[in-house]
């Protein structure tokens, strides 16, 4: 009975703290931006529809950092949502930037990810995170999971989980871009 207790015990301990964790990146804009750390990877054969980019290659936009891995179906069953949002404000200083950490050993191979890409008609800039130094660098712990930087470069919001066109998720994620897209460098 005293295990019981104690492993009960450790179990609300710890969903608690995942609570509010996962509260504390409930999407609002950060009260204390912080610098997002430089991209991990910067050779040619990192990088898919795009040369290898830095942070500092996009001062001035407004970024989604969209972390995924094909072999997740809630990041697939999002890509219709961010492809519609990358068309609606084609026109403005915006970028999507998918980083792409796989979680199992064929996900790792460049060709399956590129037919992904092709197939989900992915048309960002896409870092291939092998070995999930970026998703590291970043803190990060879900897929699908959306950093949006300001201008500056600097983390304003976190979002996490499967997104579609028009739900709430979506639309606190495009109302914080659409604000940060507002806002003067």
């Known amino acids: 009975m005293k295990k019981f207790l104690i492993v009960s015990f450790l179990i609300i301990i710890t969903s608690t703290v995942i609570l509010q964790d996962m509260a504390l990146a ?31 290659d996009l001062a001035g936009k407004v970024v989604l950092i969209d972390f995924w891995t094909f072999g997740c179906w809630n990041c697939y069953r999002s890509f219709p949502w961010i492809n519609a949002m990358e068309k609606r404000l084609l026109e403005k200083n915006f970028q999507v930037i998918g980083v792409h950490t796989p979680e199992f ?7 399956n990810i590129e037919a992904k890409v092709k197939e989900f008609e992915l048309h960002h800039p ?56 507002a806002e003067s460098e």
């Open 26 to 56: 409930a999407g609002d804009i950060f009260k204390t931006p912080i610098q997002a750390p430089e991209f991990t990877h910067n050779g040619k054969q990192d990088w898919i529809n795009s040369t290898p980019l830095s942070i500092k």
């Open 105 to 111: 050993e064929n996900e790792k191979i460049r060709k």
């Open 126 to 181: 896409i870092m291939i995170d092998s070995d999930s130094s970026y998703w590291r660098a970043m803190n990060n712990r879900y897929w699908p999971a959306y950093y949006i930087l300001d201008k500056n470069g600097k983390i304003r919001a976190a979002f996490f989980g499967e997104t579609h066109e028009g739900d709430r998720r979506a639309k606190q994620i495009e109302s914080t871009i659409k604000t940060l897209l």
